[in-house]
């Protein structure tokens, strides 16, 4: 350390000694500097000599988070470009980010003008060589520094304070300006407008000058609906063609009413995005007349309610799932007191009738399989309004499929053809028989009903291997939405059967490698007349038919949604509305 005091003060400086910081990894040149500072006659300097960027930082960075970099012991830094552990504007950089505040002089050997010029951008206050500096030159430098920083320091700060003046004026003139504008009483305006966003949130406002019919929309409102600024007009009717086709001449009813009137409007709407997303819209508004009684402004807001909604509908649909088990529950005992004298019957006639025929004997025995069936289904209500899982074992959907295929040949109309191709070495899959059986039976009779002139019904089943990747585009499948095609997606998971588990005609499981799955995969194909695209994402609600009253519950897809779901799987569901187009279900079942 160098301390030389003298009794003559530079006027521009306010302090009576200098501190500086030297950086500088040469010993040699850090002395030589010292001893010219140290013969300086005018000025006093106490300097501290580091040889490391990181000893500079650490001397010079505040200790206390509550001090500021221009608390420093420092009034400035000598700074060399060349050292140990850092190199070039590198080093100046550093030094600025910590210390933005303390003026910085570089020193180097090398006669750059470009370089000298960087780092005067950069934030140096001067650039020295080595070679070059005498003592006059140096303490000139360093003089020239401290004062063009407190300079620049006093420039910046008086700017800030400037800055802020015209933010406040501007804010104020802007305030002052919106109460010029303003031809009815601002202080119940601004009361209204506060009232209403202390209630709401994500909300979009709009006035409307009723004279000249010019709409100002706000930001906040062309972003619940998707739109580019301006996009909306100025006008009312273009805002009119976002509204639902069928809630449009409702809400324009409704505005011309609250004109002619002289009052606000309240309202829910449909309306559609560029993309053709729907979503509902609550509006609220208040309509201000002039003193004559004349409409003069309209100004009201706009909220997103789809998610409110939403669960509305998902509210009412848990109210009739509610009622489902309730009923099914209530009807259980007297559907057994049906089934069962069916049943006793079907078991007394071969007894009764030895000599029945092959043929009515195969009736009879799909008889009692289906009343049989009727029985497990009736267990199965039972378990569905008490939520209780059914019974899951080992299957082999090949057996299961050959026997949904022999009864639907036998029942259906003999203008439907059925049609199989049924892999027999099927994987064993685990699942309820009933609950399967079910599921097909469901989407084969609503192959008949979608076929009422005759058609063709194709059931397919195979053995196949997913990736995760493919499983991944399936469930992102599920959620896709198409005019005149639509795909949603079931399976139903299930652990793999152990070798003891598979049956003599079924293949050997392949191995599974990491995130690939073994799958069955079954499809049911009609030939019908498809669905029509507007009603195509209700299907699967419950209750939902499009069959006259009194031919369809409205359950049967629901039900199949509910099966598939219960098993843990997920399905694709497809449907061209062309005639004649094949319809395919595909059940991926994991073995």
Not at 490 to 501: E, F, G, V, W
Request: with cysteine; glycine share 4%.
């Amino acid at each position: 350390m160098v301390r030389n005091c003298h009794a003559t003060i530079h006027p521009v400086l306010a302090k009576s000694v200098i501190n500086v910081l030297l950086v500088e990894d040469s010993l040699a040149e850090a002395r030589l500097l010292q001893e010219i500072l140290k013969g300086t006659v005018h000025h006093c300097f106490q300097v501290v000599h580091v040889k490391r960027l990181a000893e500079a930082i650490a001397m010079v960075e505040p200790d206390d988070t509550a001090l500021s970099p221009a608390d420093s012991q420092f009034d400035i830094i000598l700074l060399d470009l060349t050292l140990p552990d850092s190199t070039g504007l590198r080093s100046l950089e550093r030094l600025i980010g910590v210390v933005p505040t303390l003026p910085i002089v570089v020193l180097t050997n090398t006669n750059d003008n470009e370089l000298a010029i960087a780092a005067v951008r950069q934030g140096a206050q001067d650039y020295l060589m080595k070679r070059q500096v005498t003592q006059d030159l140096l303490v000139r430098s360093l003089q020239y520094a401290i004062e063009r920083k407190h300079a620049a320091e006093a420039l910046r700060e008086a700017n800030e304070i400037l800055e802020q003046r015209v933010v406040e004026r501007t804010a104020e003139l802007a305030a002052a300006n919106a109460l010029l504008r303003t031809e009815i009483n601002a202080r119940q305006q601004a009361q209204k407008r506060l009232t209403l966003a202390q209630q709401v949130s994500k909300i979009g406002t709009f006035e409307w000058n009723v004279p000249n019919q010019e709409m100002t929309w706000s930001a906040e409102l062309e972003i619940l609906y998707d739109r580019q600024p301006g996009e909306l007009g100025s006008t009312l009717e273009p805002w009119l063609q976002t509204v639902h086709p069928e809630d449009r001449d409702r809400v324009r009813a409704q505005v011309n009413e609250a004109i002619a009137q002289g009052q606000g409007f309240s309202d829910e709407f449909r309306i559609l995005t560029p993309n053709q997303d729907c979503r509902w819209i609550a509006v609220n508004s208040s309509l201000f007349n002039d003193s004559a009684g004349q409409p003069l402004r309209m100004i009201g807001i706009h909220m997103d309610i789809t998610e409110k909604k939403e669960l509305e509908r998902k509210f009412l649909r848990a109210q009739r799932l509610e009622s489902l088990g309730t009923l099914a529950s209530g009807i259980a005992h007297d559907l057994n007191n049906i089934l069962t004298p069916i049943l006793g019957v079907v078991q007394l006639l071969p007894l009764q009738l030895p000599e029945l025929s092959d043929r009515t004997r195969l009736l009879l025995d799909t008889l009692d399989s289906s009343a049989r069936r009727g029985a497990d289904l009736v267990k199965q209500i039972l378990a569905f309004s008490r939520g209780v899982e059914g019974k899951r074992m080992s299957l082999n959907l090949a057996h299961l499929l050959k026997e949904i295929r022999d009864l639907v040949c036998q029942t259906l109309p003999k203008t439907i053809d059925i049609h199989s191709d049924i892999d027999p070495a099927l994987w064993l899959i685990l699942g309820d028989a009933t609950q399967l059986h079910q599921i097909f039976m469901n989407l084969c009779v609503n192959a008949r009903d979608a076929m009422p002139n005759g058609g063709q019904i194709l059931i397919t089943a195979r053995n196949q291997m997913l990736d995760q990747q493919m499983l991944n585009q399936q469930m992102l499948d599920q959620q896709i939405l198409e005019h005149k095609h639509v795909t949603a997606a079931p399976a139903m998971t299930a652990p793999s059967p152990t070798a003891n588990q598979l049956s003599s005609a079924t293949k050997a499981m392949p191995k599974v490698m990491p995130k690939v799955m073994p799958h069955v995969v079954v499809t049911i194909t009609d030939t019908g007349t498809g669905i029509a695209p507007d009603i195509i994402d209700q299907i699967f609600d419950p209750f939902f038919t499009t069959k006259p009253l009194g031919k369809g519950t409205g359950l049967g897809l629901s039900a199949v949604i509910g099966i598939v779901k219960s098993h843990g799987g997920w399905w694709m569901f497809t449907v061209k509305s062309a005639k004649a187009a094949p319809s395919p279900l595909v059940s991926r079942l994991n073995p």
